[in-house]
């Protein structure tokens, strides 16, 4: 997952940059929310569940294209909070599916320098869930490659509360003082402490809610919404989404578009 732009014939596992996208008005950061597994298994007469597996393989091919395409950060909503609430046979299968896949995939995520962090509440999860998290983190920790960022029951409400109380924990005890709480101060209490906010956020299967994710960082995220199916989400897909970004003008509240190298 080389972050250096180079042709198929120099790598064949690196996807050069399309023709189409600008290298220097790449995005940062983006964040996705992957929406649409089970639509996708149910319009092909598949159990719900090989569309998560199905799901799985886009997400590696996002991963991976972002590497190529030289984008810094990769963020998906894996889990959601409100997630629990899905039928117990798909929430046992789903945390299944995240044990196998961190087993088969840390050895190649730490061979190519993949920085993989997880986000959420991890002591909901199953005991050995939380131990293969809890080696990827460690053992990707210095890898200087693409940071992917894994939101694992996760809830932005949730997420900020937490932040609140933190404060309010530091204040109590006399270690900051209430009046100097600014916005910097408030980030660094969240999840994503030391992670340059999303720049671009997609959702697919045309759903158009950010359904309580990443509330705080996604402030000036530019969003773009597809009706393509998680599962089906490829390279093309990627590229219209970057080709949208690429299309929009990012004043952040300003009266002049604020140039790339400014927004980072």
């Known amino acids: 997952m080389s972050c250096v732009q180079a042709t198929s014939k120099e790598n064949?596992?690196?996807?050069?940059?399309?023709?189409?996208?600008?290298?220097?008005?790449?995005?940062?950061?983006?964040?996705?929310i992957m929406d649409g597994n089970g639509r996708w298994a149910q319009a092909k007469g598949l159990p719900r569940m090989m569309g998560h597996r199905a799901g799985v393989e886009a997400l590696k091919r996002t991963l991976r294209l972002c590497s190529?395409?030289?984008i810094g950060s990769l963020t998906a909503y894996a889990f959601s909070t409100e997630n629990w609430s899905r039928p117990g046979d798909e929430v046992n299968f789903l945390m299944t599916l995240f044990e196998r896949v961190l087993q088969r995939e840390l050895d190649s995520l730490e061979k190519e320098q993949v920085k993989i962090r997880f986000w959420g509440d991890l002591t909901a999860l199953p005991k050995r869930l939380q131990s293969l998290i809890d080696e990827a983190t460690d053992r990707t920790s210095n890898n200087k490659g693409i940071h992917f960022n894994v939101c694992t029951n996760y809830g932005g409400r949730r997420e900020l509360v937490l932040a609140a109380q933190k404060l309010a924990d530091r204040s109590l005890k006399g270690d900051l003082d209430p009046a100097l709480i600014d916005e910097n101060i408030f980030a660094s209490e969240l999840?994503?402490?030391g992670e340059v906010d999303p720049d671009l956020l997609?959702?697919?299967?045309?759903?158009?809610?950010?359904?309580?994710?990443l509330?705080?960082?996604?402030?000036?995220?530019?969003i773009h919404v597809t009706d393509v199916l998680w599962p089906d989400f490829d390279a093309n897909a990627l590229t219209q989404a970057l080709v949208d970004f690429q299309s929009r003008s990012r004043r952040f509240g300003g009266l002049e578009p604020i140039a790339p190298a400014e927004q980072i």
């Open 215 to 222: 509330l705080w960082q996604l402030a000036y995220a530019e």
């Open 202 to 213: 997609i959702r697919t299967s045309g759903e158009r809610r950010i359904s309580n994710f």
């Open 68 to 70: 190529d395409w030289g």
């Open 12 to 32: 064949p596992k690196v996807e050069a940059l399309p023709s189409s996208l600008d290298a220097n008005r790449m995005p940062a950061h983006i964040a996705v």
């Open 191 to 193: 999840l994503t402490a």
